[in-house]
């Protein structure tokens, strides 16, 4: 199946194309760049000279159609928008790598991604792609909004919690740290390198647009009105996210058994590893690979749970969670492609 890879030359696309160039089902179709059309791939990234040898191509729906049998849209948000409408006329599948279709109300979006919304018939549409929890939705769509990076890690560390009714749910607090590779390639003072090194940054506290997502999945989930605090810290590395996740628990339970919780709630989650009682992972221990590691300790002495999560924001919390989903949509091993062993060190 020849795969389209819209907004070609950021982290998110060359993620796509490294993970698509050896998928057994996918191969790399038409790469999309309005703002470097013409050139060749390896202008942008020489790593893939001789590798990926193609000019990049202008938006051009009716050839992406013929050319192609699914797209993967890389695009910061605001654009997808206005795209996947056009795309979706073709019969086409799309997914979404932007922040687009992620939250079901107009009002929302607006207010926290500051872009006009997409049509509302779309968002009602988007199925989203969580892929450990709602894979059978997955199963039939043909427009899947894939989560954020902060979102993928909050939500699978928090779910199972949550569902097992142990949880206080308004004393949710999520400390999370990305690698400079979340703010994307496009050059900008937070990511200047003598403004990161040897530097630890907080930003967007309050403000952050991925903290509706969060909350709406969780609300979704457990049933119940979910209202979060949710902190974001710029770390000097260049991939990878963790979710320092704590809350306070109804009742006295010990490590031991919100441990049987995950593991029994991940059994047959493949790219889900839940850490033995007493270890807590590393951002560097899924470096490159499409797992989310999770860590869990119980404190007796303030019955709190505090929830390690970690994944690479650019694979399972981007393009290799977008393939899973593809994956997914059209029936094949969900594993097809993504399964790296993590780099290390």
Not at 12 to 41: D, M, T
Not at 111 to 139: F, Q, R
Not at 264 to 286: D, S
Not at 295 to 308: A, E, K, Q, W
Request: with cysteine; net charge negative.
């Amino acid at each position: 199946m020849k795969a389209a890879i819209i907004g070609g030359t950021g982290y998110g696309a060359i993620e796509l194309i490294r993970l698509i160039q050896k998928h057994p089902y996918l191969e790399v179709g038409s790469v999309i760049s309005n703002s470097q059309a013409g050139s060749n791939f390896s202008e942008s990234y020489p790593h893939l000279s001789e590798i990926i040898e193609q000019p990049l191509e202008k938006f051009d729906v009716q050839n992406i159609a013929k050319e192609n049998e699914i797209v993967f849209l890389a695009t910061p948000s605001g654009v997808s928008s206005n795209l996947v409408p056009q795309l979706k006329e073709t019969g086409i599948k799309c997914i979404d790598l932007s922040g687009d279709f992620r939250l079901r109300s107009p009002e929302v979006y607006e207010t926290w991604y500051k872009h006009s919304p997409a049509p509302e018939n779309y968002l009602n549409e988007a199925v989203y792609g969580l892929s450990e929890i709602y894979g059978e939705n997955i199963k039939n769509a043909n427009l899947i909004s894939n989560p954020g990076c902060y979102p993928t890690a909050s939500t699978l560390g928090l779910i199972p919690i949550l569902k097992s009714n142990l949880a206080d749910s308004d004393s949710i607090i999520i400390d999370a740290k990305s690698g400079v590779s979340g703010a994307g390639r496009g050059l900008s003072l937070t990511s200047h390198y003598a403004e990161i090194n040897e530097n630890l940054k907080a930003y967007k506290l309050g403000a952050h647009q991925h903290i509706p997502e969060i909350e709406q999945v969780l609300t979704d989930e457990s049933g119940q009105p979910i209202t979060i605090s949710f902190a974001t810290h710029l770390v000097p590395m260049t991939r990878g996210i963790m979710c320092s996740i704590y809350l306070k628990l109804k009742e006295k339970v010990t490590t031991e058994d919100v441990h049987q919780i995950y593991d029994e709630f991940y059994k047959n989650k493949p790219f889900v590893r839940v850490r033995p009682v007493g270890k807590v992972p590393a951002t560097k221990e899924v470096w490159g690979s499409n797992y989310c590691d999770i860590g869990l300790h119980v404190d007796p002495r303030t019955n709190r749970l505090t929830i390690i999560s970690v994944i690479d924001n650019l694979v399972k919390g981007a393009a290799g969670q977008a393939i899973q989903n593809a994956n997914i949509m059209n029936g094949w091993d969900e594993r097809a492609g993504l399964q790296d062993i993590p780099m290390y060190p």
